[in-house]
């Protein structure tokens, strides 16, 4: 019998990449990903998730713990799929995807999303403050430039909980974001296509660089945009890993494409 996360996987390898009917295929990839429930990526069995992480929390090792623990269903060329888990009081600073999209949906406890667009920004939107040298060169870099954060209605932070839609982002639209747990740990289902491509060999056949660049809000703009600057990754943001432990899925090989 094909289990509902196979269905997902499937439906995501047959909507991505980009090509006919786009729209539709990804309406049925949303509505199927959301019928995905904790106990069908095998969350129910998570070690982070039990009272084993919570005794830890409460010795001197607590520092050592991860603020973010990484499940992964499956990764090939086309999509990479995992399940977050971001403890308590914890988040995923305010990272990108690159020409990529990406679906989120909500397993368990209250996520807080809050998701940017970048804007067309040149040197002409420079205010004074920012007149440096330092920050024209990081203009004409892209890695400063404006952002809608919270003028535009379909990216206000947004709380999510198990009963809520999935959140998508897209290549030119909510595509950076900080995800927070709220009141406790949460989970959630990561979608993405195509996958990060961190420093690819010069044999593999997708050449297009995609790395997870950081971002820090630096100021207000005009019109309710903010400046947004590319910062080094976070020091104290690191995942740890558990390995997955959800219904199996048949024939994973299959959602390779040719
Ligand atoms: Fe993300």
Redesign the pocket.
């Known amino acids: 019998m094909c289990h509902a996360l196979d269905k997902v996987l499937q439906l995501a390898m047959a909507t991505f990449p980009k090509s006919g009917n786009f729209a539709a295929k990804l309406e049925r990839l949303l509505e199927q990903t959301n019928q995905i429930k904790g106990s069908d990526v095998g969350l129910d069995k998570s070690r982070s998730l039990t009272s084993e992480r919570k005794s830890i929390r409460a010795e001197e090792y607590q520092d050592c713990l991860a603020p973010v623990s990484y499940i992964q269903v499956t990764e090939n060329p086309v999509i990479s799929v995992g399940v977050f888990i971001i403890h308590e009081g914890e988040k ?1 600073p305010m ?3 690159p020409n990529m999209h ?1 679906i ?1 949906k909500c397993l368990q406890g209250h996520l807080r999303i809050s998701s940017l667009t970048r804007r067309e920004t040149s040197l002409g939107d420079l205010p004074e403050r920012f007149s440096a040298e330092v920050f024209k060169t990081k203009i004409q870099t892209g890695q400063l430039f404006l952002i809608i954060f919270d003028c535009a209605e379909a990216h206000l932070p947004v709380i999510l909980n198990s009963d809520s839609p999935p959140c998508l ?1 897209q290549p030119d639209s909510g595509n950076i ?1 900080q ?1 927070e747990s709220v009141n406790g740990s949460a989970a959630f289902l ?1 979608i ?1 296509s195509p996958p990060y491509n961190i420093d690819p060999s010069p044999d593999y056949h997708d050449q297009e660089e995609r790395d ?1 660049n950081y971002y820090r809000v630096i100021g207000e703009g005009k019109d309710g945009f903010r400046w947004l600057l590319q910062i080094p990754p976070p020091a104290n943001f690191f995942c740890d890993t558990e390995p997955y432990k959800g219904p199996e899925l048949t024939n994973p090989e299959d959602y390779q494409k040719p």
Request: with cysteine; glycine share 8%.
């Open positions: 995923i990272h990108d995807h990406g989120i982002l974001h995800i990561d993405l997870c």
